[in-house]
């Protein structure tokens, strides 16, 4: 068998259930602070799946069989250290997510996750990105939405974290620029940028939970409020931000970042504001942005 080929039997081996089948995992009330106290347990039909016997006799037929350990005795130690791995990796990514849930309930659904979604990548960073769909669509998490914007809201800081660099420009770019040019003038953004829609107090959650402190009940939002995040080098460390956006200046920035010109995006807000005031707005958005370090450059067309 090619070693690549055996490579990824192994994978599927690893992740599999002993013939004897599981029963699903009765979730307790760690997620009281989040989940207001209510239990959240998984049905039956959400059990973790049972053994491939096939691919793991094929895998066991590789596996060196010599005393004291037989081969599926062998392979049951690297499988259960192989799961148990990535639920590191997850708590890893996710650490306010843990912290809301506990550790036993983090460790169930980890287990859950693991089973649902095979590793792929070859970095063991990028695994776990698809937890919070995962949460969205999968019974109890399905009743705590919130659970799955901490989620996303985790993944999306790591990914920011760990975005390529730039050196971004200041104000004094800006002013350089003739009067003149700036109804063509376009703009280039941080590789870290990212842009969040969030409909719960999920960022007063996971602050809290920063703090060691115990977070807010959940709370649904009036209207989905847009989020900025970004990173910056503060001397010799990396550091991530975000903040909220009013809805004018979440239009003016993603029409920016489509490659619009400074005078699409004056008149992308002209849904709201009149013909004397979007100017100055703009501006102002656009200062506000180089403040922020999110700019790295100006194309004059």
């Not at 207001?36 to 039909?45: D, S, Y």
Request: glycine share 6%; hydrophobic share 45%; net charge negative.
């Amino acid at each position: 068998m090619e070693l690549r080929a055996l490579q990824l039997k192994m994978q599927q081996a690893l992740l599999e259930e002993p013939a004897a089948g599981a029963s699903a995992e009765a979730l307790p009330a760690g997620a009281e602070a989040l989940a207001g106290g209510a239990e959240m347990r998984a049905t039956g039909a959400e059990a973790l799946p049972a053994a491939g016997m096939d691919v793991a006799a094929e895998v066991g037929a590789a596996i060196l069989d010599a005393p004291p350990l037989r081969p599926q005795e062998r392979l049951d130690i690297y499988r259960n250290a192989y799961r148990l791995r990535l639920i590191e990796a997850l708590a890893d990514t996710y650490a306010m997510l843990e912290r809301a849930l506990g550790d036993e309930d983090f460790a169930a659904l980890g287990a859950r996750f693991v089973a649902a979604h095979p590793s792929v990548h070859r970095s063991i960073r990028w695994y776990g990105a698809e937890l919070a769909e995962f949460l969205e669509r999968t019974a109890p998490y399905t009743e705590y939405p919130v659970l799955a914007e901490l989620a996303r809201f985790e993944w999306t800081l790591a990914a920011v974290f760990d975005s390529p660099d730039a050196a971004p420009i200041d104000r004094s770019e800006l002013m350089r620029i003739a009067p003149e040019s700036w109804a063509t003038l376009r703009f280039d953004f941080h590789p870290s940028l990212r842009r969040l829609e969030l409909k719960w107090n999920t960022v007063a959650a996971w602050r809290a939970l920063s703090d060691d402190e115990d977070p807010p009940a959940p709370e649904a939002l009036d209207e989905p409020t847009p989020w900025l995040l970004w990173r910056q080098n503060v001397g010799q460390e990396l550091k991530n931000y975000f903040r909220s956006l009013e809805p004018l200046e979440a239009h003016a920035l993603e029409t920016a970042r489509g490659g619009a010109s400074f005078a699409d995006v004056c008149a992308a807000m002209s849904f709201e504001l009149s013909d004397e005031e979007i100017p100055l707005r703009a501006a102002t958005f656009i200062g506000t942005w180089a403040d922020s370090g999110i700019l790295t450059g100006l194309q004059a067309c």
